[in-house]
């Protein structure tokens, strides 16, 4: 079945339909070769499609997963300490997916996982400014400092954008981050003097852990993930 080439770009997760056109206009679209100048141009399967000299495919059946990460496992195929990995904790059948981002070997809770590389990538890149909340039990009561963190913070020359912080009725600390530098909340907690104890993801964009137990995985439906790849485009 012959489509449209900006929606096969948009369909892949490339671009948007928008985006896909202006590739096109800027002639950075080749189909077998050619160099295509026109949206109204029709592709099928069959065809090769590139964009800047890099092969493109479409979106077949991308499926997305839900994963509860217990403490002390490795976000990570292989450990070459000998750590326990995500991969041991989950059935057999889901090993050949990708995970989204990364939670460090303490850090518990929604772990996303994908068959679709190029979606995996394109929704921990900075750009996509995916919102990331976290729960933090931290080591002291005074609060008084965490306007850094809600300000934005410098440290050791690394620069990290604002957290929304909100205090919980029970001290603990409810983050919701947009970067997802390596380890920042427990960077910039512990610049504010309250390091942290323990620390749980409960939020990827629009996907929630609700009731998902330890080290379980889910199956996310279409709609979820229609919500969840608008942050990649």
Do not use: W
């Amino acid at each position: 079945m012959k489509t449209r080439i900006a929606k096969f770009i948009a369909d892949s997760g490339i671009a948007s339909r928008r985006g896909a056109e202006q590739m096109i206009a800027d002639g950075r679209v080749c189909v077998n070769g050619e160099i295509i100048k026109t949206p109204v141009h029709f592709v099928d399967a069959d065809d090769e499609i590139k964009i800047d000299g890099t092969r493109i495919e479409p979106r077949h059946d991308t499926r997305v997963y839900a994963f509860h990460k217990p403490i002390d496992t490795m976000t990570t195929t292989r450990d070459p300490d000998g750590r326990k990995t995500i991969y041991d904790v989950l059935p057999r059948e889901y090993h050949n997916l990708r995970y989204v981002g990364r939670l460090d070997y303490k850090t518990t809770g929604l772990l996303l996982m994908t068959n679709d590389g190029l979606l995996a990538r394109k929704l921990t890149h900075p750009d996509s400014k995916i919102p990331r909340v976290y729960v933090a039990d931290v080591v002291g009561t005074d609060m008084s400092k965490l306007d850094k963190a809600r300000r934005g913070a410098t440290i050791d020359g690394i620069k990290y954008r604002p957290m929304k912080i909100e205090i919980l009725p029970d001290k603990r600390l409810r983050i919701t981050v947009i970067e997802g530098k390596k380890n920042e909340i427990r960077i910039v907690l512990k610049h504010c003097g309250l390091p942290v104890r323990t620390l749980h993801r409960t939020m990827y964009g629009p996907v929630s852990i609700k009731n998902i137990p330890v080290g379980k995985i889910i199956e996310l439906d279409e709609k979820t993930i229609d919500a969840l790849t608008k942050y990649s485009l």
